[in-house]
């Protein structure tokens, strides 16, 4: 039944492509083994995109900026697109589908385009691991262009970080007051920065922020060797603007591929990835063993009469899983 | 050695104390064994302690409250008290332990009170436990009544509340604009709720506080059965606040021992706990694993070529441990 879904899949049905990502997303044991069959005709497919992360703060502009953006990208460089927001504040799959499509009105119309929600229910734990896999269909769907669009807070964007190949920061240029409510732990983690609303902002303060955010820059520590985080900017539907950061995007990949660090992050990222599932399954295996429940009670009896320390049930209740 | 160091800890050496809490919260491994005999020993001592938590978001009193409802009772009711201070936005001991010594000053100098901040380095993971292994050493060390501060914000209310008896929240009597920002989580993990500050609060203001709170102490589902969650106040420094306070505690309890939730939470805690070292040791004897890089790197290649999926691979990884 998947091979007949992965079929559909490949021939760029939606319908398929969307289904597919329900089966991979499901929690529901029945779906494990289908979901793992999917992922794998999804590697031996061996297509590949281009993944980019779209991070900011909430009122930035993110949707705006991907709706302009991806016309561009489809329209004008004919490719085909696949967005995928991770919103942590939301947990309505509904919601955020509704949300995004209005938010992105004439990207959402477009046939090459697809716009995916991934719903956190404010939890962003195995997100990562969901979003590589939904990546992983939709370039088997024939996308190969990929934006993760996640909202800068609440530790998304180092989920965004660990999908893509490179991370575009959207700042406001209200310089000052801005600049310090900036962490500096999501300018350290962005390879491009942009400054949106351009055109809603007074020119000396779109210059003062320029410097600002430079100087910021700067301070860092480098985080590609050779490259210099460039801090671009973006007004509502300008072309040129959204050439040059199209452009800029080229050139950072160009200079990963160049130095090797564009597959060793790709490599790593499938460690981790490895590494997460592999944890998953310990746990649920342990957890789950039928056993267990009797095991548990009699060594918390043990625990609480003080006849052996916890460190010591511990390795006692793994070493008698190990050998069932 | 640790035994020594125990046999001085009982005699409520407090040294020896701080310095058994410093072994239980180095992470080092020449220290795993050493902690886990001076937490059986802790245990087999068979002492106990009534735990009460205290939260609240910052700006509130809590250090204030516990400052002056700690002299109360270790001057008026003679207990012997210890203040565990859980600071999630703190990640430097030295400058938490100034810090709390300094808001408690009159509390920090009397000889039956020791304070200990935990710092968490901004990380809650692992702070449950090591507190609950705190609390067994200061009851080892002969103090009875143990004060668990947790600033209301980035769940550590959570933490309080699975290591405590019962959960005292602390609010600011500004009704309305408050009310917006009390979240519905932390008001259900509530046993106790005190208006902090009365002191310098219109009385208007406070009338309208108490009423919106208690209506929305009733909207909720009953944390506990027979238990309607009591609406206090506090003025700084007033002891017969404090004297209602302390019996509201006392009534609390009494609730839970007489219908046994009092055991059923400790023991639900223990379980927690108990699960926690597992599944610490468990992924610790699994990544350490000698032979597991070499094994990751191949399963790596398998994925990459799509030879197998990712769930296959990693049940692979845990049989092959299993096995070793």
Known sequence: MSSDLFSQ?????RAALAKAITIIESLSSQHIAQADELLTQAIQAKKNSFRIGVTGVPGVGKSSFINSFGNLLVKD????????AIDPSSNQSYGSIL?????????SVLPDVFIRPTPTGGNLGGVARRTRETILLCEAAGYDT???????????????????DCLLLLLLPNAGDELQGIKRGIMELADIVVLNKIDITEKQILLQAQTDINNAVHLLPARHEGWT????????????DEITIWQSLLTFIEHQKANGAFEAKRLLQKEVWLKEVVRDKLESSFFNHP?????IQKALVDFSEGNKGLGKL???LILSWKQS
Do not use: C, W
């Not at 899949?9 to 049905?13: E, I, N, P, S």
């Not at 460089?77 to 995928?84: E, I, N, S, T």
């Not at 949300?99 to 990207?107: A, F, Y």
């Open 291 to 295: 056993d267990l429940d009797r095991k």
């Open 99 to 107: 949300g995004d499509k209005t938010r992105m009105e004439t990207l």
């Open 314 to 316: 511990a390795s006692e």
């Open 9 to 13: 899949l490949v021939t760029g049905d």
């Open 77 to 84: 460089f004919g490719k085909r697109l696949a967005v995928l």
């Open 146 to 164: 990929i934006l993760i669009e996640t909202v800068g807070v609440g530790q998304s964007e180092y989920v965004a970080d660990s999908v893509s």
């Open 229 to 240: 985080v460039p801090v671009l900017k973006h007004a509502l539907n300008n072309r040129e």
